[in-house]
């Protein structure tokens, strides 16, 4: 119920910051009588009046279950070990966006399938690493040779000469 | 007869016969692997959708609903865990036939009743899509714009307990759908100078990131996959039911077929309510109802039956009024929009290629989902052997690689991780994912018929209110909102009222 309440505020929050940057957009004689800031405008009114019924409804919730009894640490340190085990999944992603440039794609790919999979619970073994490379060759195929996608070469060409 | 011949032609075109196939494959193969759902697997495919023909594209992506729908109940009934949603209701029957050594007959039953179910399912939708469509032809830029906010409001109000959010997510999605450069005025929006954003945030993107990326998130952040832990599929090989089990087990056929038309016509019911709903009539209406929950045959086909007559069903309002009713209709609608067809009531004169020629292609999925589903099987069980930790990293090569083919932009690789963090949040706090994806692909079209409507009375919001077809939908759209709202006070009342004794 508090993660509920704090999105809420958070949400009301990006209701007047949408609504400012939408009155900034500029304005032009195309757009007609109602603008390009028209429906945005009304979003955000929209999301205004519904997170502040959120806020209401999580207080009126707060209120009828009582006084707020903390959560067991274990299961709170359980649950926040859960996200952030699931937020590391987006750093593997963040990681791979960040070398893809320079290492190549084929290479990258590779790299991303290790590391996914052990991160998910496998263990080194000759066999992760030939899926590893297994993986990364026909994903290089399928993209850059059979459907002409042109993915990163990174450092190669210039090693190649 | 027109029709017939482009279905004609569509179903005797290789491309369009290969989309099926290969749609039909990769749906029972997604469909087959828990956490994988006929979304996910359809949502992987849209990149690759861009660079082909229009009717190819609809009509893969429509294959992989149909194959899924199958696909979801071999592990269902082979390891207990529904594939899909709508796999569930298997389960019970499936397993328990599994365990007394019939899993090929279950497999049997459920793919002779996807299979008739899928057919049904078809023949509804060729009937009723176009007269609907017709109908929907007297609708003006205020209708449809009623209509846009009625879709979202349906959806919305299915949200179990939580209308608020589910409406929050709707307006979230419409707000993404306005970056971008305008497409009246030219004015950018919401682009913070970055040249990237001119031509808006593409909806494949977000459907990538809050399905697929999210749930990868979700698999991470669960009970670590221990080394060793190996699947008990087991051994099966497919059996399938004489003509005399088939007539035996009509009735719960009847059900399912019946069940799953109306469920899949109804925007955000879906293939799961259609599978329990008719187990549960099928167990009613059966002359051995002791046997539902220890191996029926009728626990089976009722619900596998069901949830195929919804993969056909559910595409009636998509392709009449062009508003999707669920995750998978959502992507679909992608696929058409990607190329430029708005579905509704325009698209059977504009595209009538297109339409029929889906009806032709969705024919053909569902006699290759028979014939590939004989074949299938023992790849399906190889393929649930796999450690989940393989099957995690493909998905996240395939998400990386894919998206990057679409634009070969690494900045869209970025907005798909934005996306996978929001959806993860949005399931944590419990905000339901559908209303987003509505308001960011119906955004578009509820904007512009929203100012094409004003523009006739010079910025006059009344003209809601004089359009009669207008008045009704958004006088329906209150009405949703307004009983569920009520539903959710009774619902929070009444913990109150029992926990009050036993305060005292």
Do not use: C
């Given at each position: 119920m508090?993660?509920?309440?704090?999105?809420?505020?958070?949400?009301?929050?990006?209701?007047?910051?949408?609504?400012?940057?939408?009155?900034?957009?500029p304005k032009s004689q195309l757009g007609g009588t109602v603008g390009a800031d028209g429906l945005p405008k009304l979003l955000a009114i929209a999301l205004g009046v519904l997170s502040a019924?959120?806020?209401?409804?999580?207080?009126?919730?707060?209120?009828?279950?009582?006084?707020?009894?903390?959560?067991?640490?274990?299961?709170r340190s359980g649950n926040i070990a859960r996200h952030l085990w699931a937020a590391g999944m987006i750093a593997i992603g963040a990681v791979y966006l960040i070398v893809v440039p320079y290492l190549g794609y084929m290479l990258s790919v590779g790299l991303l399938l290790l590391t996914v999979a052990l991160y998910n619970g496998k263990r080194p073994s000759f066999g992760l690493l030939l899926f590893a490379a297994l993986g990364?060759?026909?994903?290089y195929l399928m993209f850059v040779r059979l459907l002409d996608v042109p993915l990163p070469a990174g450092f190669w060409p210039a090693l190649v000469g | 007869m027109e029709g017939l011949s482009y279905a004609w032609h569509a179903v005797s075109s290789m491309p369009v016969l290969a989309a099926a196939c290969g749609g039909v494959l990769w749906g029972i193969l997604g469909g087959a692997l828990?956490?994988?759902?006929?979304?996910?697997?359809?949502?992987?495919l849209l990149p690759f959708t861009y660079s082909l023909p229009p009717l190819v594209a609809v009509?893969?992506?429509?294959?992989?609903?149909?194959?899924?729908?199958?696909?979801?109940?071999?592990?269902?009934?082979?390891?207990?865990?529904?594939?899909?949603?709508?796999?569930?209701?298997?389960t019970i029957d499936g397993y328990a036939m599994h365990l007394q050594g019939r899993g090929g007959e279950a497999l049997g039953l459920s793919l002779v009743g996807g299979t008739i179910g899928g057919l049904f399912g078809l023949i509804l939708l060729t009937t009723l899509t176009e007269s609907l469509a017709n109908l929907a032809l007297l609708f003006t830029p205020p209708a449809y714009f009623a209509m846009g906010i009625l879709g979202i409001s349906v959806i919305a109000s299915l949200s179990e307990g939580?209308?608020?959010?589910?409406?929050?997510?709707?307006?979230?999605?419409?707000?993404?759908?306005?970056?971008?450069?305008?497409?009246?005025?030219?004015?950018?929006?919401?682009?913070?100078?970055?040249?990237?954003?001119?031509?808006?945030?593409?909806?494949i993107l977000i459907m990538l990131g809050i399905f697929a990326l999210s749930e990868l998130m979700v698999q991470a952040g669960e009970s670590r996959w221990r080394e060793g832990a190996v699947s008990e599929a087991g051994k099966a090989t497919l059996k399938l039911p004489s003509l005399k089990t088939l007539w035996r087990l009509r009735r719960a056929q009847g059900i399912g077929c019946a069940l799953g038309a109306v469920e899949g016509a109804i925007p955000g019911a879906g293939g799961s309510v259609a599978a329990f709903l008719s187990y549960n009539e099928a167990r009613r209406w059966s002359k051995e109802p002791e046997k539902f929950g220890h191996g029926s045959e009728e626990g089976v086909i009722a619900p596998e039956t069901a949830n195929n007559v919804v993969s056909a069903t559910a595409l009636v309002p998509t392709l009449s009024f062009g508003i999707p009713g669920s995750?998978?209709?959502?992507?679909?609608?992608?696929?058409?929009?990607?190329?430029g067809l708005q579905p509704g009531p325009l698209l059977f004169t504009s595209n009538p290629e297109i339409v029929y020629g889906l009806f032709g292609g969705l024919f053909t999925a569902n006699l290759l989902m028979f014939l590939l589903g004989m074949v299938i099987l023992g790849p399906c069980i190889w393929l649930v052997k796999r450690p989940k930790p393989y099957l995690m990293a493909a998905i996240f090569g395939l998400v990386v690689s894919g998206v990057y083919s679409i634009d070969h932009s690494l900045f869209d690789l970025w907005i798909v991780l934005a996306a996978g963090i929001v959806g993860y949040v949005m399931r944590v706090l419990g905000f339901p994912h559908l209303p987003l994806i509505l308001g960011l692909v119906l955004g578009y079209m509820i904007e512009s018929n929203y100012r094409r409507a004003l523009l006739m009375t010079n910025g006059d919001h009344i003209v809601f209110l004089q359009d009669n077809v207008s008045l009704g939908l958004l006088t329906c759209a209150a009405l949703v909102i307004g009983v569920s709202a009520v539903r959710e006070i009774r619902r929070w009342r009444k913990p109150l009222v029992i926990a009050l004794p036993q305060a005292q």
């Open positions: 508090r993660g509920t309440l704090i999105t809420a505020i958070l949400l009301f929050i990006f209701a007047v910051v949408f609504w400012f940057a939408a009155d900034a957009i019924g959120l806020i209401v409804q999580s207080l009126l919730a707060m209120k009828a279950a009582g006084p707020a009894v903390p959560a067991e640490p274990k299961r990364a060759g026909f994903f | 828990p956490g994988v759902s006929p979304s996910i697997a359809m949502a992987l009509v893969l992506l429509a294959s992989v609903y149909v194959g899924a729908e199958y696909g979801g109940s071999i592990p269902a009934i082979l390891i207990r865990t529904p594939g899909t949603n709508s796999a569930a209701a298997t939580a209308l608020l959010k589910g409406l929050i997510a709707g307006v979230l999605g419409m707000m993404i759908a306005t970056v971008g450069t305008d497409p009246i005025s030219g004015v950018s929006r919401f682009t913070f100078g970055d040249p990237n954003l001119l031509e808006g945030i593409h909806f995750n998978s209709t959502a992507i679909l609608l992608g696929g058409f929009l990607i190329h």
